[in-house]
């Protein structure tokens, strides 16, 4: 039954994320504001001009290493969306198993990692950011500094309003049943 609800979690968090990626995909040609976030634009109708003269144009190029640059950005962000998921899961089920206090706190122990998920994932998304400098400056910074900023604020978030209450609990109860 835990499983289930996690799949269930995990699927409609999929179904979002599609959603968004689909939708900010299918907008990014008509917004001048999106585009501008993830590749350098000129002029939108001189842009528009050159890119459906000549598929090899700058324009055309730049375009591309955008959309490429908004789906990487939306990719480590909904990789960030399912670490967050999947940590709350996990902490939840050690918070509503029934064992012994000493137990759960190993269990918590054991679970962290989960708690440093979106670290590291925001990481991943500094190197690749990195990587794709080449193709486009404006978007590849974005990618860095964003996915780096959620993935601190995820872990923060995780530990200080789960892991951290959880943990004072557990202790308070074992240090109260040792006297």
Known sequence: MKNYRLLIKLL??????????FFLNSIFDSSETLRGL??????????????????ATIANRELTAGRINLLIFLTVNMLQ????????HVIGN?????????LKLTLLDNA??????????GLFGTVLAFLVLSLSHSGSLLIAYSSTLIGILFSLVLRLTLYYPLRKKLITIVEGAAK
């Not at 979002?16 to 990626?21: D, P, S």
């Not at 969306?81 to 709350?88: E, N, P």
């Open 12 to 21: 409609l968090l999929a179904v979002v994320c599609a959603g968004i990626v």
């Open 94 to 102: 050690i918070r509503r198993q029934d064992t012994a206090p000493q």
């Open 112 to 121: 962290e990692i989960f708690l440093e998920v979106p670290l590291y994932i």
């Open 81 to 88: 969306l399912f670490a967050l998921v999947a940590s709350l």
């Open 38 to 55: 993830f590749c350098r634009t000129g002029s939108s109708d001189v842009i528009g001009k050159l890119a459906a003269a000549d598929p």
